[in-house]
């Protein structure tokens, strides 16, 4: 049996202080988070110099998709016990702090510990569209992965739940990852 993923934003600190935000799926072992990110990544260098980071939920699919496309500039707001950052709008987050680290030469596991926890407001649940939009975020992080027959039924399928339930922000979402879709497209194709 597999582990249940969640899917949040991490928030980890720069070699010079700025925040770096990275969409990734976390796994919940016991009262602990793991978190396995690909080598190089710098959300590991950044949890393997600094030793904390944030977990943050968000129904706003716009930064999951930005953080692939290089759209970052959402509102973020001091933690209250760790020195870094989380999203200002996030439905909750979590501070978290490194307690071991398993390496590993392409995906090292860090198991860390929960400091502080906050629900900032409600979660009513992703409709088809958000869904879809995580669905294609992920996807964009793995072009290099996927066929192109892969990608394209991918695409297919998620397109119907944007045709029919889509509001404003999730198109604006949706938008920006397919652009990176069809920049990965032009360069793999020149």
């Given at each position: 049996?597999?582990?249940?993923?969640?899917?949040?934003?991490?928030?980890?600190?720069?070699?010079?202080?700025?925040?770096?935000?990275?969409?990734?799926?976390?796994?919940?072992?016991?009262?602990?988070?793991?978190?396995a990110p690909f080598r190089p990544s710098r959300t590991l260098e950044n949890l393997l110099r600094e030793g904390v980071a944030t977990?943050?939920?968000?129904?706003?699919?716009?930064i999951y998709a930005g953080c692939l496309t290089k759209h970052y500039d959402w509102p973020l707001v001091e933690c209250e016990k760790i020195n870094g950052h989380r999203l200002k709008d996030a439905l909750s987050h979590k501070e978290i702090q490194v307690e071991q680290v398993i390496e590993d030469t392409q995906r090292p596991q860090l198991l860390c510990k929960e400091i502080h926890q906050v629900n900032h407001r409600p979660f009513s649940g992703y409709?088809?569209?958000?869904?879809?939009?995580?669905?294609?975020?992920i996807l964009v992080s793995r072009l290099h992965l996927l066929t192109e027959e892969k990608l394209n039924s991918e695409i297919n399928y998620l397109q119907i739940a944007i045709e029919k339930t889509a509001g404003r922000s999730e198109r604006e979402a949706w938008n920006w990852l397919m652009q990176s879709v069809d920049d990965y497209r032009k360069r793999n194709c020149a």
């Open positions: 049996m597999s582990e249940r993923i969640h899917e949040v934003i991490v928030i980890t600190h720069n070699h010079d202080g700025s925040p770096h935000m990275a969409p990734m799926g976390i796994r919940q072992r016991n009262k602990n988070w793991l978190i977990l943050n939920t968000t129904d706003d699919m716009r409709n088809r569209a958000q869904a879809a939009v995580l669905e294609l975020a």
